[in-house]
C-alpha cells in the first residue's frame, strides 16, 4: 500500500518530506461531537482547542496496530510495544504519586494514620509549595487547563442553571488553584414563558466535563487583618466578620489543611458552588416577590392592628392584635428563610451528583490520567516516527498531521502537544536525535526490548528518598520534655 494510500485509509498521520512553504491547518469538522471538542466562549477560550484526547488509549492502539498498515509482523511488535509503554508510563506516574502523598502527609484533612512528625513554619510552607506546584504538574499532564482565579468572572453566564444567585469570596484563601478539561455544551429543556410553560423546550448549557479546584483557607487571624485594613475597622469587628463569613463552613474544615475537589459536568454559570464559603443570595425575581408579599402581608396587618388599638379598650384584645401583628412579621420571615433553604437544597443536591473525588483520591485519579494521556500521545507521535524520516525542523508538519489524522478518523479537534510526548520518548531512549536534527525511532520489535530493559534495571537503580521536612517524635519524649520544662 501507497504512503498516500495509508493515510486516505487513515492508517498512520502523514508529514510531508520537507516543510511546506505555507504551514498546514487542519479544516475544521462540519458539525463537532457534542461532548467532543470544545466550544469557543468569550475571552477564556481564543484557542478553543484543547490538549486533552477524548479517546480511549485501546482505541487509539487498535486503530495504529492494524497489520496492513505496516510491514510484515511489525503490527504485532507495536501492539506490544504500546502495552509495555502503557504499563512503563504508568508506573513512573506510581512513582510521583508516592512522593505526592509524603508531601501532602501534613495537609490531608482525610487522613486515619497516627501523627508522629512534626513540621515547623518554613518546612510547611516549603511542602506547601512543592504540593501546589507537583499537581499543577499532575493536571498539565491529563491535558487540564487552568483558570486564573483573579478571571474566573470571565467564565460565568448571566443565568443560572440551576435558578441560583451564587457569590464567593476568593480572598478568602491562600492557595486557589481551578483547572477545567472539556468546555463544552449540553442540551437541558425547560419550560418557558413563550410557550405558556405548556410545553418545554431544549437550551444549551455550558459545561465543565472536569472541574478540578484546589483551596487551603487564609487562617482567620491573617484574614481578620486583612479585612480590617480593606474596610477600616477596628481588629474586632473584622473577626465577627470573618466570625460570620464563616458561620457555614463544617467545624473540621481547617486553615492547616489543602483541599482538592475533582468534579463532573459542572455547569459554567455554577462554578461557585464547588467553593466551601458560598454564599446563597436572592434573586431579583424573589426579592421582588417576597418583597411584595411581605409588604402588602406587613402593610394590611399594621393598618389591621392600628384600627384595633385605635377601639380597643380590653387590654386581652390589645394583647390579641399586637400578637397578631407579629405573627404577620414571623410568618413573613419565615418564607424569607424557607425560600434561602429551597436553595441551600437546591446547591446540594446537585453538588452531590456533581462529585468525583476529593484530596487523596483527585491525585490517584489525576495520577491515571496523566499516564493515559502520556500514553496516547506517544503512540500518536511514534507510529509516525516508526515509518518516516522527519527531522526536528519538521515537527510542527508532524503536529498538524496528527491533528488532521485524528480530526479524519474520529471526528475530534484538538491541539495536540507533540514536543511534550517526543521529549519522553527521547528521555526513555526510544527516539534518539542525531546531531543534524534527525529523529529516528527504534523498530517496534526493538523498541518493545528497550522497554523490558528499562524494567529489569528500574528496582536497581531505584534513588533513595531522603526527607529533610520535619522531624519524628516519640509521644513519651514529648510528655518527658514537657514535664522537664
Request: charged share 30%; glycine share 6%.
Amino acid at each position: 500500500m501507497s504512503s498516500a494510500q495509508m493515510i486516505a485509509s487513515g492508517a498512520v498521520p502523514r508529514v510531508a518530506p520537507s516543510p511546506v512553504a505555507a504551514p498546514f491547518v487542519p479544516a475544521r469538522p462540519a458539525v463537532e461531537p457534542e461532548t467532543g471538542p470544545p466550544v469557543a466562549d468569550d475571552l477564556l477560550f481564543a484557542d478553543d482547542r484543547e490538549k486533552f484526547i477524548p479517546l480511549t488509549r485501546n482505541a487509539i492502539a487498535d486503530r495504529l496496530t492494524r497489520p496492513q498498515h505496516w510491514r510484515q509482523g511489525d503490527a504485532q511488535h507495536a501492539r506490544r510495544f504500546f502495552r509495555f509503554l502503557s504499563y512503563w508510563r504508568q508506573q513512573s506516574y506510581a512513582a510521583r504519586l508516592l512522593e505526592l502523598d509524603r508531601i501532602y502527609e501534613p495537609f490531608s484533612p482525610d487522613s486515619d494514620l497516627l501523627i508522629t512528625r512534626k513540621f515547623s513554619p518554613p518546612e510547611r510552607l516549603a511542602l506547601e509549595r512543592q504540593l501546589v506546584s507537583q499537581v499543577k504538574s499532575l493536571l498539565q499532564g491529563a491535558n487540564f487547563t487552568r483558570i486564573d482565579p483573579s478571571n474566573v468572572e470571565m467564565i460565568l453566564t448571566k443565568e443560572s442553571h440551576y435558578g441560583l444567585d451564587l457569590h464567593v469570596d476568593l480572598k478568602a484563601f491562600d492557595e486557589l488553584e481551578i483547572y477545567y478539561r472539556g468546555a463544552t455544551h449540553r442540551k437541558a429543556s425547560r419550560r418557558s414563558l413563550r410557550k405558556f410553560y405548556l410545553r418545554k423546550e431544549e437550551y444549551e448549557v455550558p459545561v465543565f466535563q472536569r472541574l478540578f479546584i484546589l483551596f487551603k483557607l487564609k487562617s482567620a487571624e491573617k484574614r481578620a487583618r486583612e479585612i480590617m485594613l480593606e474596610k477600616g475597622c477596628s481588629l474586632e469587628d473584622a473577626e465577627k466578620i470573618v466570625k460570620r463569613n464563616r458561620s457555614m463552613l463544617p467545624v473540621e474544615v481547617k486553615s492547616d489543611f489543602v483541599y482538592m475537589k475533582l468534579f463532573k459536568n459542572i455547569p459554567r454559570a455554577d462554578i461557585e458552588m464547588v467553593f466551601p464559603n458560598t454564599k446563597v443570595r436572592f434573586r431579583l425575581f424573589d426579592k421582588v416577590k417576597l418583597g411584595v408579599s411581605a409588604g402588602g402581608g406587613l402593610g394590611m396587618g399594621v393598618i389591621g392592628t392600628a384600627g384595633k388599638l385605635a377601639v380597643a379598650t380590653n387590654p386581652v384584645a390589645l394583647a390579641g392584635a399586637v400578637a397578631g401583628l407579629g405573627g404577620i412579621a414571623f410568618r413573613q420571615a419565615v418564607a424569607f428563610m424557607n425560600q434561602k433553604n429551597r436553595y441551600m437544597v437546591t446547591m446540594a443536591q446537585n453538588l452531590y451528583f456533581h462529585a468525583l473525588a476529593d484530596n487523596r483520591g483527585v491525585m490517584s485519579l489525576m495520577a491515571n490520567r496523566a499516564a493515559e494521556e502520556d500514553v496516547k500521545e506517544e503512540m500518536l507521535l511514534y507510529t509516525v516516527l516508526a515509518k518516516e524520516r522527519v527531522n526536528r525542523r519538521e515537527m510542527k508538519d508532524v503536529d498538524h498531521a496528527i491533528e488532521q489524522y485524528l480530526l479524519n478518523t474520529f471526528g475530534v479537534n484538538l491541539n495536540f502537544d507533540v514536543e511534550d510526548a517526543l521529549s519522553r520518548l527521547i528521555a526513555d531512549g526510544v527516539v534518539l536525535e542525531e546531531p543534524d536534527g534527525t529523529l529516528r525511532a527504534m523498530p517496534p520489535q526493538q523498541a518493545a526490548q528497550h522497554i523490558d530493559m528499562l524494567w529489569d534495571k528500574l528496582l536497581d537503580e531505584l534513588p533513595d528518598i531522603e526527607s529533610f521536612e520535619g522531624r519524628e517524635f516519640d509521644p513519651e519524649d514529648e510528655g518527658a520534655d514537657a514535664a522537664s520544662a
